[in-house]
């Protein structure tokens, strides 16, 4: 346990301080140098030298245990056309990369893809071995005919004669992917929050749509303590939990508590099911996308779990699905969160604060899709992932990253929320860009004061004077969760102790 950090700046140029603290809490800030004892350093102590301090980082929308899995799994990220992903799945096969009996891949976006997906093209790859992909929202998956056996889907539908499942058909489709034993799981699991503690995250909260109780308590069970952990529940598991006594801001144990209630109320953009007040073009089947819980189910749905003590956590994409969240909270007379918010429409950016909602966004979401929002969002694109309307109104703004959908980085989502743009494009909607100040804010939960969690984070550079491409690279000298280090630079190991977490 850390007792004290020496020479730490604060951001914003100010003269050096020390740090003092006491069972992870910030119990003293002083000048740099004043607190006897200050000119040697003693156990417990740690020499900063001058880098920065700052509260450590949330990722408050995370599907920890698909993030852990996805970085395992075939990427199809690059893949411009159904014909160049499907051959990246048979170069895959033909290396022996794809190991498992199913085959899986991710990260396909096929939104402007020349050509269509279909459950033919990969029975060309294989015709006897299951293949299941991913898109990158997660609100597809892509299969052949062995698939669609080996997972005993309905030939007959629609979706499954095309080989693309959609929304809840993807979702149950999806869950039964896990070949993989809870030890495998666990140490993906564990290996991705070191990466997350390295890049100065102390925090995440994870909606895997799955019962995240037991997940995370057999994790803090065999060690795991590299993060703090809010677990969200879902519709299908409430009467479980809500039968455990569990509620939102109860420890399970460890470094894990529950979290909100989470509700999927519509699709996703690329996959093109966003309910939205205007028609997608080119989608004569769901021209406005997909309403996957209606208003009178959600009203009731919320009003119960609020009651049992969730906090509510609605996701909602589309302009027309935001409008009808946010009519649910008015008539709950509670806030709440909108998770996503990308498309809101302009009289509903006020009712965000009205109503004491908190808007989860993804900015990164928008660098990757801004190409698929001027194709089927065409002249509403200002305002599309409208971060600066949304703090103009009034709105509270919480950054995440929905990973696998964006890669587990706070530093993503604050460059993309700041500079609206990535790989040299020019800005998208500049506009809606928002400060420094208020990214680093809406990606933080403590401050450093006294009192405080000693959460913090120290930087080689001070964040409020870089540039996009600067925040992309963060350099994370330290990580420190309640005074306990998650990661260090060997450069500060005179005083750092081994750090601690699986």
């Not at 260090?488 to 977490?501: F, K, M, N, T």
Request: proline letters at 6%.
């Amino acid at each position: 346990m850390i007792r004290a950090i020496r020479n730490a700046r604060p951001l914003g140029g100010h003269e050096p301080i020390d740090l003092l603290l006491d069972d992870g809490v910030i119990v003293g800030i002083l000048p740099a140098g004043i607190d006897p004892g200050a000119d040697r350093l003693a156990d417990g102590e740690i020499d900063l030298e001058g880098r920065y301090v700052m509260p450590a980082l949330w990722d408050e929308h995370v599907h920890m245990t698909q993030w852990a899995q996805h970085r395992r799994r075939i990427d199809l990220g690059a893949a411009e056309s159904a014909a160049e992903a499907a051959a990246i799945v048979r170069s895959a096969i033909r290396s022996g990369e794809a190991r498992d009996a199913v085959v899986v891949g991710v990260g396909f976006r096929d939104a402007l893809w020349p050509d269509a997906p279909t459950a033919a093209l990969l029975d060309q790859v294989s015709s006897d071995r299951p293949i299941v992909l991913i898109s990158a929202d997660v609100h597809c998956v892509w299969v052949n005919s062995a698939a669609l056996v080996h997972f005993g889907v309905d030939g007959d539908s629609a979706e499954a004669h095309e080989g693309v499942l959609r929304e809840d058909a993807a979702f149950a489709l999806t869950s039964r992917l896990d070949s993989a034993t809870d030890d495998e799981v666990d140490g993906w699991v564990a290996d991705a929050a070191a990466e997350a503690a390295r890049r100065g995250v102390v925090g995440i909260v994870d909606l895997e749509m799955r019962w995240n109780r037991d997940d995370w308590a057999r994790r803090v069970a065999r060690g795991f303590d590299a993060l703090r952990v809010e677990f969200g529940v879902y519709p299908q598991h409430l009467d479980q939990a809500i039968a455990l006594g569990l509620r939102s801001g109860v420890p399970v144990a460890g470094t894990v508590a529950v979290g909100p209630l989470k509700v999927i109320t519509d699709g996703s953009l690329n996959t093109r099911t966003a309910y939205c007040c205007d028609p997608y073009p080119d989608a004569p089947a769901e021209p406005y996308g997909r309403l996957t819980v209606p208003p009178c189910d959600l009203h009731p749905l919320l009003a119960r779990a609020s009651e049992a003590g969730f906090e509510l956590a609605v996701h909602a994409i589309g302009d027309g699905a935001n409008k009808l969240a946010l009519d649910v909270f008015a008539k709950l007379g509670r806030g709440g969160r909108i998770e996503h918010a990308q498309l809101v429409h302009e009289s509903d950016f006020g009712r965000f604060a009205a109503l004491g909602v908190t808007a989860s966004v993804q900015p990164e979401h928008a660098m990757d899709d801004r190409d698929v929002a001027e194709r089927y969002w065409a002249g509403r694109t200002g305002r599309a992932f409208a971060l600066r309307s949304l703090l103009d109104a009034g709105a509270r703004l919480v950054l995440g990253s929905d990973a696998p959908v964006a890669p587990l980085d706070p530093w993503q989502a604050i460059a993309a929320a700041t500079s609206r743009t990535r790989d040299a494009r020019p800005a998208f909607h500049p506009e809606q860009a928002i400060t420094i100040a208020e990214a680093l804010a809406a990606s933080t939960r403590t401050l450093v004061g006294l009192g405080e969690p000693a959460d913090l984070i120290a930087l080689d550079v001070d964040p409020l004077a870089a540039d996009g491409d600067a925040l992309r690279r963060m350099p994370v000298a330290l990580t420190l969760l309640g005074g306990r280090v998650t990661h260090h630079d060997p450069a500060l190991s005179a005083g750092v102790p081994e750090v601690v977490g699986v």
